[in-house]
Structure formats: C-alpha cells, structure tokens
C-alpha cells in the first residue's frame, strides 16, 4: 500500500463498497453528533485523505487499549481505517523489533515532521528515567522527541490521559500523564479503561475530515463521545429515578435489572459513551451485564473512594466518630453545666440584700 | 488538589471534623441547657405535667387559627420550606444510602421527580421567607447576621444538591458533589452554635410550656 494512495482508493482496494463507505460516514456524522448534511462532506474529504503518518508510543501500559482497538472490532471498517492510516511505530503491532524498529519511528518523524498524528498510551514515570525505557531512551525524553514534531497528540486510554492505574495512589513511579508533560500541543485525550474503539476511529475520523482536533470538554475529551454521563444514557436510569435500586448482586432487584447506584455504580459522575455505543460491536456495556459502572474514563478512578462504595457514602467510620464525639460533647456539656451550676451557687451565695440604706449611700 | 481528591477529602476527613463539631456541640448546648434544672416542685399537680408536656411536643406542630390568620404568609411558607427539607433530606435514594451506613437504619426511597420537584418548591419557599425578612419593617429590624447565616446554611445544600443532581454545568460532576457535601457540613458545623439549634432545643421548650399548662395548679 503506497503512502500517498487516498483514503478512498485504499478503502476500496480492501473491497469496502461505496454504499458501505457511506453508510460508515453517516453513522459516523451522527455519532459525532454531526448534521446529515455533513456526510457528503464527510465522504468527500475522506475520500480524499491522504494516509497520515501515525506513531504509537507505548508507556506504562497493559496493551488492553491496544487490544481493544485491534481485536474487538475486526474486521469492520472501523478496524479497515486502521490499516489505511500509515502505521509508522507501534511496538506491538509492528514486525520490526530492534533497531530497525526505531529506525522506522525516526524515518516517519523526519519524513512527515510537523504532520504526523501521535499516539499515546500508558502513563509516564518520572521518579526515575529508568523505570521505563524503550530502546534504552527512557519515556520522558522518547515522548519529548516524538513530541516535538506532531501536529496533534491522541493520549489513548486513561493512564495516557490522566496517569491511570500507574497514577494511583502511591504512585510509586511518579507515573504522569502526556498532557503533564507536553504543553505545547494540542492534546485529545481518549480516556477509558480501555477506550471503546469506535471513539478513538471517529476521533482520527474527524481528524482526517477536518484536519483539526474536535470540539474538547475541560478534559479535553471529544465532546461527541464524552459529552454526557453514562447515567444520562443508561436503560437503567427509570428505576433510578423510581428509587428501585439492587441492593447486592444476586438479590431480586439485581434480577430484575434495577439501578446499580447502591452497589457503587460511578454512572452519574463518569462521562463516556459506554451506554450509547457499547462493547463488542454492540452487544452491551459493564452495566448491562450487572456490574456497576468504574468510572474509568475519569481521571483517579482508581482512588475514588471504592468500586462498590456508592458515591454519597462517607470513605471513613462515621459512625465510631460519631459515638465518641456523643461521648465527648455529654462529658463536656455535664462539666460546662456543673460549671455553670457551682457559678450560680457562689453568685447565691455572694448575694447581698440591698437595704435602704445601702440605696441612701448612693446618694 | 483534583476534583476526585477534593470529594475524597469532603467524603472523608471533612465529613469526620464537621460530624464531631456538630455532634459535640449539639450535645453540649443540650445537657447545659438540661443541667440549668427546674425549680422543685413541692406541690402535688392537679393535672399531669408529664401528660401536658408529651402532648404539647405533638399539638404545637399544628399552628392554631389565630396564628394562622394573623400571618399566613409565614405559616404557609415556614411549613413549606420545613417539610420539604426534610423530605429531601430522608427521601433521596442517595441520602438513605448515607443514613444506612452511619445508623444502620433503612427505609423505601421516594421517586426522584417528587424528589426533584420537592425541592424546587423548597428554594422557592426560602427565597420568599428571605424577601419576607427583608421587606417587612419589623422582621428587618429584629434580623441580625446570625439570621442571614441560618438562612444560607440552610439554603446552600438544596441550591448546590439540585446543582449537582442535574450536573449543571458550572462544574465537573465529582465537584457538584463535593460541593453539596461540603454545604451540608458547613451547615453541621453552624448548627449548634446558630438558632439552628431549635431543631433540638424546640421539644424542650414545648414540653416545658406543655408540662407548665398540664400542671392545672394544686391538687386540693
């Protein structure tokens, strides 16, 4: 496949038809909460494309956004944009390995400097350089070089995005994330434990079409996938609203699908299409399948107080304090009140009858 | 400080100090008041002054005709506002949850929509008590700070409660959330020191004036 072949061309070499092309655009325009008008354009500009240049870097990571972006999907045409961007660097997806590896990466970046797309996932350590390396360039700089020639930076998944699980507390690597480090370009952040493959496609969709970042909330997510609350979206939410919730996994509210909100569920706070797009071409979501929502696009999800804590719940005792500080006030309220009662006592006690001559005295 | 670090923070360590300052401090203001004692009764009491006391503590909540007439319009929205806080506070599936772990205690939840509208309904009543307070002369002239503060402590967790129901978009969701929390605390923290207080001290008053009226003098 040739680097300046258009997007079209390879699409259609790969056997996508016309209409399947469109079909994708439309429902790419109305995920991206796009106009129907804009498909044409959509179309148009794709077609068009040229095959961006596109490096992935790989940090603290487990793979599992990788994975999601590479398995679930396969082989839709979600998953054919992939083989049409010119994957430059992946470490996991390549067949080089070795020097020839950076090699590549280094070609792509003198090639196409201040064009290519990267990728980001996994967060960053900077307690020390030598935690993480690859090719014996430790993150920080490789980031910092790779950086420094990128016309957009997609921080893929929530360790890339806002530190992840290396992140959680007590962050024993000093594991950051790209937008900690980078400051100077632009940055969307895909975050999701991992992202749902459609949502990191539409993005570089966009991307192509436009040849400009989409529309970012104060995370600086994509606001078309991240721009309401798995609670707002979710099946579940009139049970919610009718105050049925489960109250365990097994009991009758769980059986009959009620709310997960007392079992933990992060949904009304956590902002992902989750509920809209789902998991495995559609099938379902965490929350479809029993289990309260994580929170995993949120940054610190890992330390927000308890995956089966409900969000109004205290993340401490209260009760014992509350027992002692019952205690406590009783005690000093009988001291104050024995205080106050002795005071009396000697103010009775010190009282002295004015007479009439006292009164005259005055005068 | 990140957002998810300051609702664990509100969850946690803030929730610990407000619930120990409320706490001690209601107990305190309770047992002092208790400690200032009675004068000894060396008569025996015609009535029961036990039975007149309990009774008043239920009687009083119904206001009589009188009262009613003369101000309705603080009648109407003092109850309004009171029930209404009240049903938010032990009504919301969420607070339940919260109630549940602390006492151990459970009850069924009421529907969010009521929830939601029961609120509103609520802010409306205290910003009319407020422009009562303000427009009436008297009401104006007999109003210090401390009544102001009441009033916001009071105001704040349903204003910023709604906020962060319906993630108005003034803040991250975690930091709707923290901020309702920390204007509950906040009014934890004010009550035992405030008029608030009446919450507690208001069935010893009536069971006081309940008992003073059930004595019926001396029994012959």
Known sequence: MSKDETLGEALRQQGISRRGFLKFCAATASMMALPPSMVPAIAAALEKARRPSVIWLSFQECTGCTESLTRSHSPTVEGLIFDVISLDYHHTLQAASGTAAEAARETAIEENYGKYLLIVDGSIPTANPGYSTIAGVSNVDMLKEVAKGAAAIVAVGSCAAFGGIPHAHPNPTGAVSVSDLVKDKPIINVPGCPPIPVVISGVLLHYLTFGAIPELDSLSRPKAYYGQSIHDRCYRRPFYDKGLFAEGFDDEGAKKGWCLYKLGCKGPTTYNACATTKWNAGTSFPIESGHPCLGCSEPDFWDGGGFYKALSMPTEDISRTAVYAIGAGAAAGVALGALNRAKKAKATKAHEKVTINDLEKGN | ????????????????????????????????????????????????????????????????????????????????????????????????????EVLGLNWPALPTPVIDATTVVTIIALLAVLVHRVLHPVMRFLSRFQDYLAWLVTILPLVTGYLAFHRVGVAPPPTLIAIHILSVELLMVVFPFTKLMHAVTLFMARYYNGAIAGYKGVKS
């Open chain 2, 1 to 100: 400080m990140t957002e998810t670090e300051l609702l664990l923070w509100v969850r946690g360590p803030a929730l610990q100090v407000a619930t120990v300052i409320f706490l001690v401090g209601v107990a305190v203001r309770f047992i002092e008041i208790l400690m200032l004692g009675r004068q000894k009764d060396l008569a025996e009491a015609r009535g029961s002054a036990l039975a007149g006391g309990l009774r008043t503590i239920v009687t009083r909540s119904v206001p009589d005709r009188g009262t009613i007439q003369r101000s309705t319009f603080n009648v109407v929205a003092g109850y309004v506002f009171h029930v209404g806080f009240f049903v938010v506070l032990l009504f919301f599936a969420p607070h339940i949850l919260l109630f549940h």
